[in-house]
Structure formats: structure tokens, C-alpha cells
């Protein structure tokens, strides 16, 4: 019935059309007491965890995914990365004059179906419409607001020699299957991206009894960014041994042909955990149980020596330093 | 200092311009110790009121306001719309490659002193950069959490006989700035946006003992579209006295001119409240008392006969009806 049918301008004017819009496809979609009050905001209740993004990837569709799964992936990966179980969350859309209604539609389903897996209310939102050719497709943004599990707060400050460091799985999948959505690059064959929820992991560690002292997805700046943000709070040098890090074959063929630094790819279903010595064992046990983090692996370990440095100890055997990605080397990929 | 400078690509990367940028501009701003922890997400605690908003309007600089004043206001009049007192924000901004650095400044420091002045403070956000041609200018998505201040929640959904509507100051304002801005109309003079925050003045007027029934910020489709939201929230006919509306000659004039209907322009600095027919006339002696809303009137009554509709006595003495607007007759204003 919607075959063919194009966001107007209409949808997102406040007037008739768009209040009817969000009650038949938002509100019936997500409803819950708090959404169907009709208010201008929600009553939540309780201490949280707050968290917000904004994505735009270009095409909104890849292999693997679309920016409806971006989105609410990465509001869940970043509330479990504070140790918070995901509870509500709020949505905006902006949305490009003439977007094809029905994948908008399907963004909108893929997100409610993951909140409802997840059991995460929505709990408010808007939608915009803009101008054709004022802007490409669609934008979300997306905020989170989570119940801490730990009795501490994450990121911690203090780390200790020997403290080790747990890659959930391969790196680089999402960007290279948007760069392929893209056009930017070529090959035969599909790279499906890595972008999944985690906070059910995350939530299950916890459970277990684990006590991470940092956690954190893997997105922009790729693994490498998350390292020496990880050496810039601590105030610590990390090092990480390349042979334990886990390949995704496919991924490394592309990036030695297209010369790509595969440690600054962004993931959106990769983590970075830390945990110390004695707990390593049982959190890698823990997380290889969930198939989205079955490929994770103690790839490497703190020196608390007071210096801020990223060591990679190679393949060969040589030793290099692991930089902060320094700009945006590739194009939107979240 | 940053004469000339652009905004980059890398600015929005996650790499560590991206990261120097945030601790420059944004940290350093609105320091507070849950936005210098550094997490993926904030801990903050308490039952609570949440919103969101998606801002695009273009150009993003008009009399009397900007993107960024516009932004914070409608998450403030948002939760003072649920009778909630503002606490915590986060903001994304989506920024197109190239935009002006200083203008970028101006906006995030407007937006900063309005947070100063009601003491709210920005608990987490995200910075995206999108290709030059792909958006046009910037967007601000922005989520505002606040504390309730009354022990029911807004809108309350049973109206009687008699209660009254009170609008807080004349109409139209924002819109007229805008398109002007835009260059959709001209006029001699100046015509200054009505984006105000109006959280002060609802905070007063609940601690003054008015108990609102309803409170909404008049925004996109205008007084019309409240006023319709409004008598279908409630299922009740609304009697509205266009002798009493608050008129700005020169708005008048303008939409004289232009076939604009002022009923359904947006405003972002206006409310439209309903009391019990006894609190009326302390209540709009409270709001007069503040310069945002000295204009406040009693504009129309309830006569609650579970029919849904919007009648307004004309000035000649008439009665039409007051629709909902269908959909977006005018081009992006928020």
C-alpha cells in the first residue's frame, strides 16, 4: 500500500499529516504508557546512564545493515560501555524531501524490533523534513538512558601492570561493507558489517561477576583511537601483541590492496574491555558464549609505567607505535 | 585567532583533531565533572522528564536569534511544557564540511551561556561532519532531562467547563524573522524572532501554586496546531476570542500581505496554558511579571462536551473553525 509513496515535506511540518504519521507508525509501533501520553517530553523515573548520537552514513543500506541497526547499535554499545543496562531511549529523524517511504519504514521496523529485543522504550521523539538536495537521505539521532549494573563508574582512572586488554572480535567489517555500498571499493563477494548489539554481552559479564575497568565499542578512529583514548585516561602504555588479534582474512586482503590502516576502521559491534589479570580467563569464557563476540581473544596488556603510549608488538617481531588516527581518512561510515 | 578557519572533515572523525576540538570547544565550555569524565555515556540520577529536538533551520542566523539560541530553547520550553525544571542536556551537531568555524563558535557559545543562566547542564554529546553538498549548514539534535515540579503529569487529560486558555504574547514573530532571513519575503524594519526560554517563568508559575493543566510551546503549526492537539488530548470543543489574541501590527501586516495565516506560523518563544477558570487571573498576573511573557492574555475558554473542535469568535463577531494545519506551507523555521 505505501509502494511509491514519498516523505512530503508535509511529514515533518507539526501540522495534521505529520501528527498522523507518528501516531500510525511511531507511536503504534513503539507504544508504551510513557510514548502515549502525547506529551512534549517523558516521565522516567530513577538513576541512569545517559547517551546520544547522531548518524548519517551514506547509503543508509549495506551489506549486513542499515542506519536504522546503526543507530540503535550504537546507542546500546555505548550505554554498555558505561556498564549500563539500555531501559529508554528517544529518536530523531531527518529526513530528506522525497525519501522512499518505504525504506523508512523498514529503518523504523529494524529499530523497533531490536528495542523490543533489548527492552528499550521509546520514550520520546521528532522528525524533520528538509529540502530536496539540502541533504542526503536520512540522519538519526538518538539518545540512551541506561541503569548502571556496577556499584563504580566506567571509564576507571587506575590501572594496574598486567591488566589485560579483550578485542571481542575481527576488525574493519563495517567499514568495508559500506565502503563497498559506497562504490568507493571493489570485490567479489560479500564482507557483511560487524554492527550488532552488545549490551546483552555486556550485561551477562557483568552478571558473572567480572569487574571491567574500561569498556568501549569500537567506532570512529577504529581500534586504534579506542587504545589511546584508553592510554590518555589512565595515563598508562599499552601494549599489544598483533599475533592475538583476530583477522577477518577477506578484510586484510582489501586493506593491503587499497593500503588501508586496518586498526582505524571503524567497527560497530566490536568492544574493547579491560580487566584485570585474574579475571581475563573467565571474561573471554564468558563472552566467546554470545556468537556476536564468540572471536574475542586477550589481545594484549597494561605497562602502568605514567607514559601515554599504544605499542604494537608485530607479526615480525618489531615493535611500533600505534598513533590516534589523526582526521577522517575515509567517508561517513556512522 | 580563528579567523578564516573551516570546518574540517577531521573535526568529526573520532580520531585527534576530532578529540582536541571536543576538549577545546565543547569541555572546556561547559565543563562539569560528568562531561570531563570522559565516558561513552553520563551518570546522572533521579526520576525525571526527557525530551528531544531536531533543529535544521536555515540560514541558520536570523533577527533575534540563531540555530543554536533556538535549540536550547525549544528543549527548555519543551520540558517547562511538561512542568518539568531543566537539569541535564546532551547535543549533537551535524555540521556540513566547510561551514564557518566562528559561526560554528558563536552558536556553541550562545547555546552555552543560556545553560549557564538556567543552570543546565550538558551531560554528553556527538559531533558528525558530513561532505560539503551532502546537508546545508548544521543541524542540532539536542535531548534535555528535567525534574518534575508538580506531583501530576502534563497534559492532564480531564478539562471542565470554563477552564482557560492563556497565550503569552503575540504571534508569529519567529517565522516572519526566518523567512526574511531566507529571503522568502521583505519588509522595511526589523522583526525579531520571539525564541525566548520560558522554563523561568513556568518554574515561577508553579511555585506561585498555579496548577496548569496543560502547557505546550506554540512551535511548528502554529497556535492552530496546539490548540487542535490540545482539544484531542482532552476530547473537548475549545472557544477561542480572536478580540483577545495579543497582535504584532507589523506580523499582521506582513501576513496580510503575504496570505499567511498567523494561526498556523511558528513561534518559539510562546506558550499556550490552561488553569481552572478561579487561577486565570493570578496566573497571567505571575507570567506578565516576566519579560518573555508580559503579553500573557486570557485567549479563549474549555466547554467541555466531548466533541473535538476549535472554534474562533472573529473579530466581526463570527465564528469559524480553527483546523489543524494539513502540512508545511512554509519552509524549514526550526
Redesign the interface.
Known amino acids: 500500500m505505501n509502494e511509491g509513496k514519498k516523505i ?12 498522523d504519521f507518528v501516531k500510525k507508525e511511531i507511536i503504534s509501533r513503539f507504544s508504551n504508557p510513557i510514548l502515549d ?18 548518524f ?1 552514513v ?1 547509503p543508509e543500506f549495506f551489506d549486513g545493515g542499515n542506519i536504522g541497526i546503526l543507530s540503535f547499535c550504537g546507542m546500546v554499545n ?2 554498555a ?2 556498564a ?1 543496562k539500555p531501559m ?1 531511549m ?5 529526513i530528506e524531501e522525497g525519501y522512499d517511504y518505504k525504506k523508512l519504514l523498514k529503518i523504523i521496523d529494524d529499530i523497533k524490533n531490536l528495542a523490543d529485543n533489548f527492552d528499550v522504550k521509546l ?4 522528525t ?4 530536496k538536495g ?3 537521505g536520512i ?1 538519526i ?1 538518538i ?4 541503569l ?1 549494573m556496577t556499584d563504580y ?3 576507571v582512572k587506575n590501572y594496574k601492570n598486567g591488566d589485560k586488554i579483550i578485542l571481542t572480535g575481527t576488525l574493519g567489517e563495517h567499514t568495508i561493507s559500506v565502503l563497498k555500498a559506497k562504490g568507493a571499493i571493489e570485490f567479489d563477494g560479500v564482507i557483511n558489517s560487524d554492527v550488532a548489539p552488545l549490551c546483552g554481552v555486556i550485561e551477562n559479564l557483568i552478571k558473572e561477576g567480572v569487574r571491567p575497568k574500561f569498556i ?2 569500537v ?3 577504529g581500534f586504534s ?1 579506542v587504545l ?2 584508553l592510554s590518555y ?1 589512565g595515563n598508562i602504555e599499552i601494549l599489544i601483541d598483533e599475533e592475538k588479534i583476530p583477522v577477518n582474512d577477506s578484510v586484510k586482503a582489501i586493506c593491503d590492496i587499497y593500503g588501508y590502516d586496518i586498526y ?1 576502521l ?1 567497527c560497530e559491534g566490536r568492544m574493547v574491555i579491560v580487566v584485570e589479570d585474574e579475571e581475563a580467563e573467565k571474561a573471554v569464557s564468558v563472552l566467546k558464549d554470545f556468537e556476536v563476540s564468540k572471536g574475542s581473544s586477550v589481545v594484549g596488556e597494561i605497562l602502568s609505567n605514567d607514559r601515554q603510549l599504544v605499542v604494537l608488538k608485530t607479526m615480525y617481531g618489531g615493535k611500533t607505535i600505534l ?7 575515509l ?2 561510515i556512522c
Chains 1, 2 share one sequence.
Open positions: 512530503s515535506l508535509s511529514l515533518g511540518s507539526g501540522g495534521k499529516i505529520s501528527f501520553s502525547l506529551g512534549d517530553g517523558a516521565n522516567i523515573l530513577n538513576n541512569l546512564v545517559v547517551t546520544t548520537d547522531n548519517t551514506h555505548d550505554l560501555s558505561m549500563s529508554y528517544t529518536m530523531g529523524l531527518v520514550i520520546c521523539g521528532d524533520k523534513v528538509v529540502e539540502k541533504m542526503e540522519h539521532s539518545t540512551g538512558i541506561g548502571r563508574s566506567l571509564p568501549r565499542d567506532t570512529r578512529g583511537a589511546n583514548e585516561i582505524s571503524a598513533d590516534m588516527p589523526l582526521g577522517e581518512i567517508p561517513r
